[in-house]
Every structure is written in structure tokens, then in C-alpha cells.
């Protein structure tokens, strides 16, 4: 089992940046594909950005392609989300977590598949 803790959320006007944490607590945190979702109030939860237990493949919406980027230590346990040039619209609280199957190479969009789960941080883009 793993736990999941965020951190890094804010307020942040438009065209800022901000960079999310989420750490691992648990073991073989390199064994876990990893996500960040956010939910919009009002919206469903999205897939923002994956990526593989590696390290090497990732994944990110259209709708943050070139703003955001995924990346993960695993000797620190920890995947992070960089956002930048964010906008009023990326406004919703963001939850990384971990998937426990999949190979090496594999990532994970669908909520549906990922076993644990984060609390989320608020992300709230001023206009």
C-alpha cells in the first residue's frame, strides 16, 4: 500500500506558474505508474499529465500540452506536476495517484485503474 500527500497548490494569477508534489509514502514507490487529475467544481475529474513507472514515457491532456509538464524521483518517492502559463481555466483541485499494475513502459489515463489515491491541493488561476 501507498500513501499519497500533495502539496504546492495556491493562488496564482493568469500566465503563472506553480509546481505540485506529491509524495509517496510505502514501498517500491518505483513499482506505481503515476497520475495527476484535477475536478473542476461542476466538471468531472480529468486526466492531466501521466507518467510511466520509468520515468521515460509520459502523458499529457491536449488541454495542458506545452503548460505542463510530469516528471518523478523515485529515490525521493515523489512525482511533481510544473504548470505553467496557467489560466483561469485550469482552476480545480488536483490529485496525483498511483497505479499498482502495468509494465515498465506503461501509462495510465483512466481513473477507473488507479488504486490509491491523494486528498488533492486547490489550484485557483486569477484572471
Known amino acids: 500500500q501507498v500513501q499519497l500527500v500533495e502539496s504546492g497548490g495556491g493562488l496564482v494569477q493568469a500566465g503563472g506558474s506553480l509546481r505540485l508534489s506529491c509524495a509517496a509514502s510505502?514501498?517500491?514507490?518505483?513499482?506505481?505508474?503515476m497520475g495527476w487529475f484535477r475536478q473542476a467544481p461542476g466538471k468531472e475529474r480529468e486526466c492531466v499529465a501521466a507518467?510511466?513507472?520509468?520515468?521515460?514515457?509520459?502523458y499529457s491532456a491536449d488541454s495542458v500540452k506545452g503548460r505542463f509538464t510530469i516528471s518523478r524521483d523515485n529515490d525521493k518517492s515523489t512525482v511533481y506536476l510544473q504548470m505553467n502559463s496557467l489560466k483561469p481555466e485550469d482552476t480545480a483541485v488536483y490529485s496525483c495517484?498511483?497505479?499498482?499494475?502495468?509494465?515498465?513502459?506503461?501509462?495510465?489515463?483512466?481513473?477507473?485503474?488507479?488504486?490509491?489515491w491523494g486528498q488533492g491541493t486547490q489550484v485557483t488561476v486569477s484572471s
Open positions: 495517484a498511483a497505479d499498482r499494475r502495468g509494465g515498465s513502459y506503461s501509462l495510465v489515463t483512466k481513473e477507473g485503474e488507479y488504486d490509491y
Open positions: 510505502g514501498r517500491s514507490f518505483s513499482s506505481y505508474a
Open positions: 507518467i510511466s513507472r520509468n520515468g521515460i514515457s509520459t
